[in-house]
């Protein structure tokens, strides 16, 4: 059933109280989310057709189904993209998004690469900003450590038969409240090099976050995760010699005596906010932060390396197998290095630390 958006953005007009976060019954307690697709009370949809060139006013949906033509390019295609975004309850109880204008940016990317008409930040950001505002009840608590986790997905909806862009498309926000990953303190996870299978190539797709690129990690995820191994790390696929990413998060290595942060410069790497964010931090922590080719090689120098992306925002990886090849990064513990860029990003989202870079967008 459709609601017009008018009532429920009313939150967010100039002298409306802003709602309390926390209130919605999400089933669970609220320090027990974890990450998963609850329901929520609405999600943001606009249209873009070729009749007007431009984007319809934006609705409020209360049912979490869409209908689009059995010829919808993103069906036959793969002509579709997406973002993933957090929202933060503060002490207060005022709500922020974390760098909204930068998951903007990325999305116009992969709208250019793969023919879909673009947002700009204010329609990007005013989307946003209607579906928490819409779903503030689902925002959890700042006591829980948790999140509103939006995902922004934009597709090709109108039919084609023969590989054309669409006519039509949809940009829907929709959101999910989600745990805190690491509520019993970060833990270590093994992870695999991957040589069988290719995430990107050189000149493809791998910069931008289209949907394609995701189908085609299942099969090595579900073949990682029999043989033990939660997280797979790529390599470049021309010549297998240089880091790329991890399947949803980019590679940081730390070499403690250089002081140095080091993450691959790839033209097939996505280009992750969490690391641009951390990036930031290690320059404000002293270190050195190279953003340059990671040879394989250069595995056996650092001190500790980290998966980083939103929804976890970071992974300790204690240690990484190739072929007969173990890489160990340090002890069983988290290294300090990870600790104290975890640490001050998260108190920067929970505003228990001046956001000095400018990156929270408050809602209300
Ligand atoms: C392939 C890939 N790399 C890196 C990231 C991390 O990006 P971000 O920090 O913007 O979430 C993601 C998740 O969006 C991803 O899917």
């Known amino acids: 059933m459709a609601a017009p958006l008018p009532a429920l953005s009313n939150p967010l007009a100039p002298g409306s109280p802003c709602p309390l976060p926390g209130t919605a019954d999400v089933g669970v307690p609220w320090t027990e989310l974890g990450f998963s697709l609850r329901p929520t009370a609405a999600h943001v949809v606009m249209t873009w057709s070729e009749d007007t060139g431009a984007w319809s006013e934006p609705t409020l949906e209360s049912e979490p189904y869409i209908k689009v033509h059995i010829g919808a390019t993103a069906l036959h295609y793969g002509q579709a993209c997406f973002e993933g975004l957090k929202a ?66 934009l597709f090709g909806s109108g039919p084609r038969i023969g590989l054309q862009p669409s006519g039509e498309y949809k940009f829907v926000v929709l959101a999910t409240p989600v745990g805190d990953y690491y509520k019993g303190g970060l833990s270590p996870v093994r992870g695999k090099v991957v040589t069988e299978y290719d995430r990107a190539a050189p000149r493809g797709v791998g910069a931008v976050k289209v949907a394609g690129n995701y189908a085609a990690d299942l099969l090595p995820n579900i073949e990682g995760k029999a043989d033990g191994f939660p997280i797979l790390l790529y390599l470049d696929s021309a010549t297998q010699s240089v880091v790329e990413e991890f399947s949803t998060s980019n590679f940081i290595g730390i070499n ?107 809602v209300c």
């Open 88 to 153: 933060f309850a503060h002490d207060d109880s005022s709500v922020h998004l974390f760098r909204p204008t930068a998951n903007a940016n990325r999305l116009r990317s992969s709208a250019k690469r793969t023919v879909m008409p673009e947002l700009t930040d204010e329609l990007f950001l005013s989307a946003a900003r209607t579906c928490v505002a819409a779903n503030m009840g689902y925002v959890p608590p700042a006591s829980s450590n948790g999140a509103l986790y939006l995902r922004p997905l």
């Open 256 to 362: 403690r005596e250089k002081n140095e942060f080091v993450t691959p410069k790839s033209p097939s790497v996505l280009p992750s906010i969490t690391n641009l964010s951390l990036q930031q931090i290690a320059k404000d922590m002293g270190m050195t932060v190279s953003v340059r080719p990671v040879p394989l090689s250069e595995l056996d120098d650092f001190d500790e390396v980290i998966a980083c992306g939103t929804a976890v925002v970071v992974t300790p990886v204690n240690e990484l197998t190739l072929g007969d090849k173990v890489y160990k990064f340090g002890s069983d513990e988290v290294g300090e290095v990870t600790m104290e860029l975890y640490r001050r990003v998260r108190e920067i989202q929970q505003g228990k630390a001046p956001d000095n870079h400018g990156w929270l967008e408050k």
